[in-house]
C-alpha cells in the first residue's frame, strides 16, 4: 500500500529539536557562576576538548555526531543536570538544540566524513 501524498507531507518538519548529554568543564562552569552557557566543542576521550572564539563554554560530548550537530544548529542552551556530582573535572549537562531541517543534508554529509575519517585511520 503506497503511503498519500497528503500523508507524507504531514511527517515533513521545518526544523528539530535534539535533546542530548555532554559533560562541561568544571573550572569553566565555576568560572561562569556555575551554569552552562554559550557552545562549545570537544571529543569525549579522543582528543581535547576545543573552544570556539569567544565562547564561554567548553564542551565534552558523549556522542560524536553531537558536535556537528550543535556546530550547525540554529541556537542552543544548555544546563547541569541536577543531583549529578562532576566526575573528573566535568560536569554533566543536558544540551537543547534546535536544527533547521534545511541543514538536515550538510549533517549526512558532515558525519559521512567524520565516519570515513575514523575508518581510514
Known sequence: MQPTEAKRQSFKFDRYLVLTRVCREEEAAAADGGGP???GQGSKGK???KKKKGDAATYVYVRPE????HQLAEWSCAWPVEGKPATDGLLPCRLLLSLQAGQVPEVRS??????????NS
Not at 66 to 69: F, P, S, T, V, Y
Open 47 to 49: 582528543g581535547k576538548a
Open 66 to 69: 553531537d558536535e556537528i550537530l
Open 110 to 119: 558532515r558525519l559521512r566524513a567524520l565516519v570515513a575519517s575514523h575508518a
Open 37 to 39: 552557557s554559550g557552545s
